[in-house]
Protein backbone atom coordinates (compact mmCIF):
# COMPACT_ATOMS: atom_id res chain seq x y z
CA UNK A 1 0.00 0.00 0.00
CA UNK A 2 3.15 2.28 0.89
CA UNK A 3 3.94 1.58 -2.26
CA UNK A 4 1.19 2.41 -3.99
CA UNK A 5 0.84 5.62 -2.61
CA UNK A 6 4.69 6.25 -3.48
CA UNK A 7 3.53 5.72 -7.22
CA UNK A 8 0.75 7.56 -6.83
CA UNK A 9 2.55 10.46 -5.72
CA UNK A 10 5.58 10.38 -8.35
CA UNK A 11 2.79 10.18 -11.29
CA UNK A 12 1.28 13.22 -9.70
CA UNK A 13 4.76 15.03 -9.63
CA UNK A 14 5.36 13.93 -13.16
CA UNK A 15 1.89 15.12 -14.41
CA UNK A 16 2.66 18.41 -12.91
CA UNK A 17 5.70 18.91 -14.57
CA UNK A 18 4.96 18.13 -17.88
CA UNK A 19 2.14 20.83 -17.49
CA UNK A 20 3.77 23.83 -16.58
CA UNK A 21 6.20 22.84 -19.38
CA UNK A 22 3.19 22.88 -21.70
CA UNK A 23 2.39 25.78 -20.29
CA UNK A 24 5.42 27.06 -20.95
CA UNK A 25 5.83 26.10 -24.21
CA UNK A 26 2.27 28.13 -25.08
CA UNK A 27 3.79 30.93 -23.58
CA UNK A 28 6.35 30.63 -25.57
CA UNK A 29 4.92 30.51 -29.03
CA UNK A 30 2.26 32.81 -28.07
CA UNK A 31 2.54 35.85 -31.15
CA UNK A 32 3.89 38.62 -29.54
CA UNK A 33 1.29 41.27 -31.26
CA UNK A 34 2.69 44.30 -30.08
CA UNK A 35 6.23 43.67 -31.91
CA UNK A 36 4.08 42.23 -34.69
CA UNK A 37 1.50 45.25 -35.05
CA UNK A 38 4.79 47.37 -35.17
CA UNK A 39 6.72 45.71 -37.67
CA UNK A 40 6.45 45.68 -41.22
CA UNK A 41 5.79 42.26 -42.36
CA UNK A 42 6.99 42.62 -45.42
CA UNK A 43 11.11 41.90 -46.76
CA UNK A 44 12.43 45.11 -45.50
CA UNK A 45 15.49 45.80 -43.85
CA UNK A 46 15.67 47.21 -40.42
CA UNK A 47 18.04 50.49 -39.85
CA UNK A 48 19.05 52.13 -36.38
CA UNK A 49 19.96 55.43 -36.49
CA UNK A 50 20.00 58.42 -33.95
CA UNK A 51 16.28 59.94 -33.25
CA UNK A 52 17.41 63.47 -33.96
CA UNK A 53 18.77 62.52 -37.46
CA UNK A 54 17.16 64.99 -40.36
CA UNK A 55 15.65 63.34 -43.26
CA UNK A 56 18.55 64.35 -45.45
CA UNK A 57 20.77 62.09 -42.93
CA UNK A 58 18.20 59.15 -43.72
CA UNK A 59 18.43 59.65 -46.98
CA UNK A 60 21.97 58.98 -47.30
CA UNK A 61 21.09 55.38 -45.06
CA UNK A 62 19.03 54.37 -47.69
CA UNK A 63 20.93 55.33 -50.82
CA UNK A 64 23.94 53.45 -49.06
CA UNK A 65 22.07 50.49 -48.83
CA UNK A 66 20.58 50.62 -52.23
CA UNK A 67 23.96 52.31 -54.01
CA UNK A 68 21.45 54.46 -55.83
CA UNK A 69 21.35 58.19 -55.65
CA UNK A 70 17.79 58.92 -55.27
CA UNK A 71 14.19 57.88 -54.99
CA UNK A 72 10.64 58.30 -54.89
CA UNK A 73 9.52 55.57 -51.83
CA UNK A 74 11.32 52.92 -49.57
CA UNK A 75 9.26 50.75 -47.16
CA UNK A 76 12.08 49.71 -43.66
CA UNK A 77 11.76 49.01 -40.11
CA UNK A 78 13.66 51.44 -37.87
CA UNK A 79 15.07 50.17 -34.77
CA UNK A 80 13.68 52.99 -31.79
CA UNK A 81 12.78 52.37 -28.28
CA UNK A 82 12.63 49.18 -27.95
CA UNK A 83 10.71 48.76 -30.74
CA UNK A 84 11.09 47.76 -34.66
CA UNK A 85 8.14 50.40 -36.20
CA UNK A 86 7.72 50.27 -40.11
CA UNK A 87 8.62 53.50 -41.44
CA UNK A 88 8.91 55.14 -45.27
CA UNK A 89 11.13 57.37 -46.62
CA UNK A 90 10.01 59.71 -49.30
CA UNK A 91 12.65 61.90 -50.94
CA UNK A 92 10.17 63.00 -53.92
CA UNK A 93 13.07 62.54 -56.72
CA UNK A 94 10.65 62.18 -59.84
CA UNK A 95 7.56 62.49 -58.91
CA UNK A 96 5.40 62.75 -55.83
CA UNK A 97 3.41 59.56 -54.77
CA UNK A 98 -0.36 59.53 -54.82
CA UNK A 99 -2.71 61.44 -52.46
CA UNK A 100 -3.12 58.16 -49.62
CA UNK A 101 -5.63 58.55 -46.51
CA UNK A 102 -3.14 58.39 -43.59
CA UNK A 103 -3.61 61.23 -41.08
CA UNK A 104 -0.57 62.44 -39.27
CA UNK A 105 0.64 63.55 -36.31
CA UNK A 106 3.47 66.00 -36.43
CA UNK A 107 5.91 66.26 -33.07
CA UNK A 108 8.35 68.84 -33.21
CA UNK A 109 11.20 68.97 -30.01
CA UNK A 110 13.03 72.23 -29.59
CA UNK A 111 16.78 72.91 -28.50
CA UNK A 112 15.44 73.77 -24.85
CA UNK A 113 13.58 70.34 -24.99
CA UNK A 114 10.38 72.10 -25.61
CA UNK A 115 7.40 69.77 -26.87
CA UNK A 116 5.00 70.98 -29.82
CA UNK A 117 2.09 68.54 -31.13
CA UNK A 118 0.18 69.81 -33.80
CA UNK A 119 -3.58 70.02 -32.91
CA UNK A 120 -3.10 70.72 -29.36
CA UNK A 121 0.18 73.32 -28.65
CA UNK A 122 3.02 73.23 -26.57
CA UNK A 123 2.40 70.46 -23.82
CA UNK A 124 4.53 68.42 -21.50
CA UNK A 125 6.11 65.38 -21.99
CA UNK A 126 4.49 63.44 -19.80
CA UNK A 127 1.24 64.27 -21.51
CA UNK A 128 2.50 62.85 -24.90
CA UNK A 129 0.77 59.51 -24.38
CA UNK A 130 -2.73 60.81 -23.38
CA UNK A 131 -2.29 63.49 -26.75
CA UNK A 132 -1.68 60.76 -29.08
CA UNK A 133 -4.72 58.68 -27.63
CA UNK A 134 -7.29 61.45 -27.86
CA UNK A 135 -5.55 62.06 -31.41
CA UNK A 136 -6.15 58.67 -32.52
CA UNK A 137 -9.54 58.23 -30.55
CA UNK A 138 -10.49 61.59 -33.14
CA UNK A 139 -10.01 59.69 -36.16
CA UNK A 140 -13.86 59.89 -37.81
CA UNK A 141 -13.56 57.11 -40.11
CA UNK A 142 -13.29 53.66 -40.77
CA UNK A 143 -9.78 53.29 -41.32
CA UNK A 144 -7.23 54.93 -38.74
CA UNK A 145 -3.75 54.93 -40.54
CA UNK A 146 -2.13 57.25 -39.24
CA UNK A 147 1.62 58.46 -39.47
CA UNK A 148 3.91 59.79 -36.70
CA UNK A 149 6.01 63.24 -38.06
CA UNK A 150 8.54 64.52 -35.95
CA UNK A 151 11.51 66.55 -35.86
CA UNK A 152 14.02 66.86 -33.46
CA UNK A 153 16.51 69.23 -32.63
CA UNK A 154 19.93 67.87 -32.61
CA UNK A 155 20.86 69.02 -29.09
CA UNK A 156 17.83 67.40 -27.40
CA UNK A 157 19.25 64.56 -25.15
CA UNK A 158 18.61 60.95 -26.38
CA UNK A 159 17.04 60.08 -23.20
CA UNK A 160 14.24 62.45 -23.79
CA UNK A 161 13.88 61.78 -27.21
CA UNK A 162 13.39 58.36 -26.92
CA UNK A 163 10.98 58.97 -23.77
CA UNK A 164 8.57 60.95 -25.70
CA UNK A 165 8.54 58.40 -28.90
CA UNK A 166 7.86 55.54 -26.52
CA UNK A 167 5.22 57.22 -25.10
CA UNK A 168 3.93 57.94 -28.86
CA UNK A 169 4.31 53.79 -29.60
CA UNK A 170 2.44 52.76 -26.33
CA UNK A 171 -0.15 55.16 -27.16
CA UNK A 172 -0.69 53.21 -30.87
CA UNK A 173 -0.68 49.98 -28.68
CA UNK A 174 -3.45 50.62 -26.55
CA UNK A 175 -5.26 52.38 -28.98
CA UNK A 176 -5.19 49.33 -31.23
CA UNK A 177 -5.81 46.89 -28.32
CA UNK A 178 -9.08 48.62 -27.16
CA UNK A 179 -9.87 49.02 -30.85
CA UNK A 180 -9.66 45.12 -31.62
CA UNK A 181 -12.19 44.70 -28.77
CA UNK A 182 -14.74 47.26 -29.92
CA UNK A 183 -14.13 45.84 -33.53
CA UNK A 184 -13.71 41.87 -33.06
CA UNK A 185 -15.25 41.32 -29.23
CA UNK A 186 -11.92 39.36 -28.82
CA UNK A 187 -8.43 40.61 -27.07
CA UNK A 188 -5.88 41.26 -29.41
CA UNK A 189 -3.29 38.30 -27.89
CA UNK A 190 -5.85 36.04 -28.99
CA UNK A 191 -5.64 36.96 -33.03
CA UNK A 192 -3.81 35.11 -35.41
CA UNK A 193 -1.23 36.50 -37.99
CA UNK A 194 -4.09 36.92 -40.44
CA UNK A 195 -6.60 38.66 -37.97
CA UNK A 196 -3.63 40.69 -37.27
CA UNK A 197 -2.43 41.61 -41.22
CA UNK A 198 -6.03 42.64 -41.47
CA UNK A 199 -6.19 44.42 -38.82
CA UNK A 200 -3.30 46.54 -39.72
CA UNK A 201 -3.73 47.14 -43.05
CA UNK A 202 -6.79 49.51 -41.63
CA UNK A 203 -5.34 50.76 -38.75
CA UNK A 204 -1.41 50.90 -38.87
CA UNK A 205 1.01 53.11 -37.85
CA UNK A 206 4.60 53.91 -39.38
CA UNK A 207 6.64 56.67 -39.01
CA UNK A 208 7.81 59.08 -41.90
CA UNK A 209 10.75 60.94 -43.07
CA UNK A 210 10.33 63.27 -46.26
CA UNK A 211 11.41 66.37 -47.93
CA UNK A 212 10.39 68.38 -50.75
CA UNK A 213 13.83 69.69 -51.34
CA UNK A 214 14.41 67.16 -53.90
CA UNK A 215 11.39 67.47 -55.72
CA UNK A 216 11.59 68.92 -59.16
CA UNK A 217 9.08 69.33 -61.35
CA UNK A 218 10.19 68.41 -65.23
CA UNK A 219 9.59 70.48 -68.08
CA UNK A 220 7.29 69.00 -70.41
CA UNK A 221 8.23 67.16 -73.31
CA UNK A 222 8.48 69.32 -76.87
CA UNK A 223 6.13 68.78 -79.05
CA UNK A 224 6.09 66.06 -81.36
CA UNK A 225 7.89 66.57 -84.71
CA UNK A 226 5.64 65.78 -88.03
CA UNK A 227 7.23 62.71 -88.96
CA UNK A 228 9.19 62.66 -92.79
CA UNK A 229 7.15 60.97 -95.19
CA UNK A 230 9.25 59.72 -98.07
CA UNK A 231 6.93 58.42 -101.20
CA UNK A 232 8.61 57.26 -104.00
CA UNK A 233 8.57 60.11 -106.00
CA UNK A 234 11.10 61.97 -103.04
CA UNK A 235 13.25 58.99 -103.40
CA UNK A 236 16.80 59.78 -104.41
CA UNK A 237 18.60 57.38 -107.27
CA UNK A 238 21.99 58.19 -106.81
CA UNK A 239 24.71 57.62 -109.72
CA UNK A 240 27.81 56.09 -108.52
CA UNK A 241 29.47 55.78 -111.88
CA UNK A 242 28.29 59.50 -112.88
CA UNK A 243 29.27 60.96 -109.43
CA UNK A 244 33.17 59.07 -109.92
CA UNK A 245 33.64 60.35 -113.67
CA UNK A 246 32.67 63.67 -112.26
CA UNK A 247 36.04 63.19 -110.26
Keep these: MKKLSQLF ?53 IDNYTQQGCFDTFHFNYKIAGYEVQSVALEYCHESPPVADPRTLFINVKENSELFIDYYGIIEHDAVKKQTLDFLNGIERDR ?38 KENNLHISKANKEQLDEFKSKHSMRILFDSWDH ?6 PPPAQKSLKIHQKDTIDYDFDTALSEK
Design 9 to 61: IILISLSSISCKQDERTIEKDDLNYRAYLLKDNDDVPTFQFPLNSTADEVFKV
Design 144 to 181: KRFLLHYKIDKKVEKRITEKIIGYVIEAYLEFAKNLYQ
Design 215 to 220: FKILPP
